[in-house]
């Protein structure tokens, strides 16, 4: 099989719908659907998430302007967050979760918990 031509989407043009279809065609052409069950994504969402960690770990706060300026870097960050978006929405379709919703609902119950006049500039658990 041929691969398929892609379209180009961005943040401001693809919806989520779009990226879980392009995660969920890649995955079918495959064939892996019976390795992405819940426990399989879930556990890759954490390791994808941890080598994200990797590319911050001992670095200090001062030195993370550095990052964004050096291309080949940031390269591999934008790699690493796709594979945790990937999983993330297989995750979601797999489970059945409207993940804008979800997310819709979760900001909604911070902003309960968290109220601006009490948090803005701080933290306080």
């Not at 691969?3 to 890649?26: G, H, S, Y």
């Not at 819940?38 to 994808?48: H, P, Q």
């Not at 390269?75 to 995750?91: C, G, N, R, V």
Request: aromatic share 8%; hydrophobic share 45%; glycine share 2%.
């Amino acid at each position: 099989m041929e691969p398929q031509a892609r379209t180009r989407f961005t943040d401001a043009t693809a919806t989520v719908a779009d990226l879980m279809k392009l995660v969920a065609d890649f995955v079918a052409e495959r064939e892996w659907e019976p390795f992405h069950d819940a426990k399989n994504l879930s556990a890759s969402i954490a390791i994808e998430a941890a080598e994200l960690m990797e590319h911050f770990q001992w670095l200090r706060s001062d030195e993370l302007g550095n990052v964004r300026r050096d291309t080949a870097k940031l390269q591999e960050i934008a790699e690493e967050t796709a594979d945790i978006a990937a999983y993330l929405l297989s995750f979601a379709s797999r489970m059945g979760i409207d993940l804008s919703a979800a997310l819709a609902d979760k900001m909604q119950k911070n902003a309960r918990k968290y109220p601006s006049a009490k948090y803005r500039g701080r933290f306080e658990a």
